[in-house]
C-alpha cells in the first residue's frame, strides 16, 4: 500500500512543521536585540542634584526576535576609559518628559525612545577627560540569571570640552553617518559655566 505510506509521511511532515511554526512564532522567547544608537549625547545635568551628574543619552530601537517578547528588568551602561571603569545605573527613558526605567517590555516590532543614564555614584563627579571612551549598553531580563551585551560603541572625548569646567548647556553630540558608517561629532556651547574643578585628580571617579 504505498499510497498509504506515502499519506502517512506526509501527514508527519505536516505535524512537524506545523510544531516548528507553533514554536517559532508563539512558543519561542528569542533574543534581545538593539539597533546602532541614532545619535549619542555626552554631558553634565544640574537640575536637582548638588554635583553635577555625567550623563550620556542616545536613542535607538530596542525588539524581541521572538513573537512573545521579552521584559528587561534594568538597562545599564559599562563606560570605560583608560583604567577608569564606571556603572552607570540611574536610567531613565521618554522622548519629552522622563520616566525612571523601571522595566520595559519589549515585542518583535521593538520600542523606539530616548534613553538616559547617570552614574550609580552620585556623590563623587564622573569627568569626561579627553581620552577615548567604550560605552557598552547592558540589558538584565526578568528570569535571566546574567545580563545581556546589546552593543558596544567607542566614543573619543576631544580636549577642551571638560578638561577644566563644566558648563551650563554644553554637550558633545556624536550623530551616525550610515554612509560612512561613523559618528560626526558637534559640541554645542552656549552660555556660561557652572562648576569649576580646581583639582581633576579629586573630581574623577572610577570603580
Do not use: C
Amino acid at each position: 500500500m504505498p499510497s498509504v505510506g506515502l499519506s502517512s509521511a506526509v501527514s508527519v511532515i505536516a505535524l512537524g512543521v506545523s510544531l516548528f511554526t507553533l514554536w517559532f512564532t508563539v512558543l519561542r522567547r528569542g533574543a534581545i536585540r538593539s539597533t546602532h544608537p541614532s545619535f549619542v549625547v555626552i554631558k553634565y545635568d544640574f537640575e536637582g542634584n548638588p554635583l553635577a551628574q555625567a550623563k550620556i543619552f542616545f536613542r535607538s530601537l530596542m525588539f524581541s526576535t521572538g513573537k512573545r517578547g521579552l521584559v528587561v528588568e534594568n538597562l545599564f551602561l559599562r563606560v570605560t576609559e583608560g583604567t577608569r571603569q564606571e556603572e552607570f545605573s540611574f536610567w531613565a527613558h521618554g522622548d519629552g518628559k522622563l520616566t525612571r526605567g523601571s522595566g520595559m517590555f519589549v515585542s518583535d516590532t521593538g520600542v523606539a525612545v530616548n534613553h538616559h543614564f547617570t552614574p550609580t555614584d552620585s556623590d563623587t563627579l564622573f569627568w569626561f577627560s579627553a581620552g577615548r571612551y567604550s560605552v557598552e549598553l547592558m540589558a538584565t531580563l526578568v528570569k535571566r540569571k546574567h545580563p545581556v551585551s546589546l552593543w558596544k560603541i567607542v566614543l573619543d572625548v576631544p580636549a577642551g570640552v571638560f578638561d577644566t569646567s563644566i558648563a551650563v548647556n554644553k554637550a558633545i553630540f556624536y550623530n551616525w553617518s550610515p554612509q560612512t558608517r561613523s559618528y560626526v561629532m558637534t559640541v554645542e556651547d552656549r552660555f556660561g559655566f557652572k562648576a569649576m574643578a580646581a583639582d581633576l585628580s579629586d573630581s574623577e571617579g572610577s570603580i
